[in-house]
């Protein structure tokens, strides 16, 4: 008997939720099942199915940042939907893609347009009042909500999947692989978002009673307030150091900075609404002397970041931290000068500002492009100046700007610099060789004789190359790389020894012998380029006792064991190879 309620009660909570929020839950509907016939189909398109599915991921959190605007005015104002609408159809028909890919724009403005709606979750129904108390109480609704319903979708899924393996272990029925990532997808899409929304309450404006638990004073007081003491501490006596050593800062400074600064908002909105009741000295403390001590830091990364941008130019990570380090600092003064300290101030402008600099002249991808066209006719004209002779960091900062520019499909706009449109010049489809073939091309030396770091992971003989197989009976190419390590001729077997730089030959499980490419690995190191090497560089010819072996790589990557590593080691390759047996003659 006590079932029956309970159910009841899920299936009417469930229908209210999707009376006040019937446009987000059908968005998400329609989106789930979209998803779930692509994965049927087995037809996904990397650029068409990825556009929708980004478009829909994106609708979630502006409809529902929509529907709690809406709720702050007696008129009925169903037009905010329609704008909220029209801006993700916009970002849709505005997709970039090349050469069957996302533009990395693209999914850049989608990071930008994703916080944004998220950041206006968190205003939305503060837009036009404002109480701390009722602030704080709906921003603790939000991270209970969020929690909970992934806990419940976890749960679901867990117990879904593990219902599915037992039936299949049992009555011996396969099941697709696909099932499970559907399930998925219905369990963090309609599920996830569907217990999501249940738990906001209407009356939001009248929750003013604080709630403040012992494990949130506690988080805030022994955990987060000690890591601010601690990163202040850090940064403090690092700016000593700059200062003894009249040195300027590194550019990693700035992210510990930020990460600083992120903290310490983070904690003011946590106890903005206790702070002057609090019986803590430390909380009730925090402001003003955060900000105050907080506002040399900022001076230090804007010295970090300028330094950078000076140096190497705009990126658009350089041009983020930029717009992070003035909106950190008005941030700051705000919460030193202002008499009103509303806290909602904080995601607002961030909201505003991640829109704002996604597009247009002054936005991230415009400023950026322009900034590394400009240090691409610096640097360039420098070498040129020098007869194309300089020294290894002037050529790998060259070469770091290039792959920039190709890795934006902007590599045509050096054109009045070089002369040529590299793109159509260096005709090839492969996104990567086109910029090594300009690389190449300019054919720069280095003059200084300093310890040079592997830069170079990939090489290649080119296109256009003739196989000689005289003296030799078989001719195929195979592919050893460090998954998928062995490939097969004919009864031959070459495997590929991982991180020894070997190639080993059996037959019937016989151990016909070893090719050693470390000889020929330590050549291409020493090599300027990366494409169009010489065949006779990556050649090697060995005999055996039974047969002769001559393996011409048309392609070479190397990797390195870990980050630290200083050697590099074969990692996959592309071999034309030739087998004379001599039992055959």
């Known amino acids: 008997m006590k079932v029956i309620p309970s159910l009841g009660n899920v299936v009417s909570k469930a229908k209210s939720t999707f009376n006040r929020f019937p446009i987000t839950l059908a968005w998400v509907v329609i989106s789930t099942f979209f998803t779930l016939f692509t994965i049927e189909a087995d037809t996904f398109d990397r650029t068409a199915n990825g556009k929708i599915i980004l478009t829909f991921v994106l609708g979630v959190s502006w409809l529902i940042a929509t529907r709690f605007l809406k709720e702050q005015f007696k008129k009925n104002l169903s037009w905010l939907f329609i704008v909220a609408l029209g801006f993700i159809v916009v970002f849709y028909f505005t997709f970039e893609t090349n050469e069957n890919k996302i533009h990395q724009n693209t999914l850049t403005r989608f990071v930008l347009y994703f916080i944004a709606g998220h950041l206006f979750v968190m205003i939305a129904p503060f837009i036009t ?37 037992a039936v299949e272990h049992l009555f ?7 099932r499970f990532l559907q399930v998925f997808v219905i369990c ?43 990163y202040l501490f850090i940064l403090y006596v690092y700016s000593l150091k700059i ?59 804007f010295v970090a970041i300028f330094r950078r941008i000076n140096e190497y130019g705009i990126t658009e990570n350089r041009y983020f931290v930029l717009v992070l380090a003035f909106w950190i600092l008005a941030m700051t003064l705000y919460m030193i000068f202002s008499k009103h300290q509303k806290i909602k101030v904080f995601p607002l402008s ?22 590394q066209v400009k240090q691409f006719e610096k640097v360039y004209t420098d070498i040129k100046s020098t007869n194309f002779s300089t020294t290894f960091e002037k050529k790998n900062q060259l070469r770091s700007i290039i792959r920039y520019l190709n890795n934006k499909h902007e590599l045509y706009k050096v054109k009045n610099i070089l002369g040529y449109n590299p793109k159509t010049t260096f005709k090839t ?25 592997y830069t170079n992971h990939y090489y290649s003989i080119g296109e256009n190359n003739t196989i000689n197989i005289k003296n030799y009976d078989i001719l195929k190419k195979i592919f050893l790389n460090s998954y998928n390590k062995e490939n097969t001729i004919q009864e031959y077997r070459f495997y590929l020894s991982e991180k020894t730089n070997t190639i080993r030959i059996s037959k019937s499980n016989a151990t016909i012998g070893e090719i050693d ?13 990366n494409y169009n090497i010489s065949p006779d560089l990556m050649t090697i010819e060995q005999y055996f006792e039974t047969l002769n072996i001559k393996l011409i790589f048309q392609s070479v990557s190397l990797s390195k064991i870990d980050d630290d590593a200083t050697e590099s080691y074969l990692s996959s390759a592309d071999i034309y190879t030739l087998i004379k047996e001599k039992n055959a003659e």
């Open 517 to 529: 490419c470390s000889e020929m690995i330590k050549k291409l190191k020493t090599q300027g380029k």
């Open 429 to 453: 489809d492969s996104h990567w060789q086109l910029q090594n073939r300009l690389m190449d091309s300019l054919d720069i030396k280095v003059t200084d004789n300093v310890t040079q770091p």
């Open 350 to 371: 961030l909201a505003i500002l991640a829109i704002f600099v996604s597009f247009g002249f002054w936005g991230a991808f415009s400023v950026s492009s322009k900034s």
């Open 172 to 178: 011996n029925i396969n099941i697709k692989d696909d």
């Open 129 to 165: 009042k404002w109480n701390k108390s009722a602030y704080f109480n709906y921003l603790k609704a939000v991270f209970i909500s969020i929690v909970r319903s992934l806990f419940f979708s976890l749960i679901l899924y867990l117990g879904i999947v593990l219902a599915l393996l």
């Open 243 to 301: 200062v003894i050593n009249w040195d300027l800062p590194k550019g990693g400074v700035s992210y510990l900075v930020i990460v600083l600064s992120f903290l310490g908002l983070i904690i003011q909105i946590l106890i903005n609404p206790i702070q002057k009741t609090i019986n803590s000295r430390a909380i009730r403390r925090f402001h003003p002397w955060f900000y105050y001590l907080l506002l040399p830091l900022i001076g230090l990364l």
């Open 188 to 230: 963090i899409g309609i599920i996830n978002t569907w217990i999501y929304l249940s738990d906001f309450p209407k009356d939001i404006h009248n929750q003013l009673a604080i709630n403040y638990t012992k494990a949130l004073e506690v988080l805030v007081r022994y955990i987060l307030i000690p890591l601010v003491i601690l």
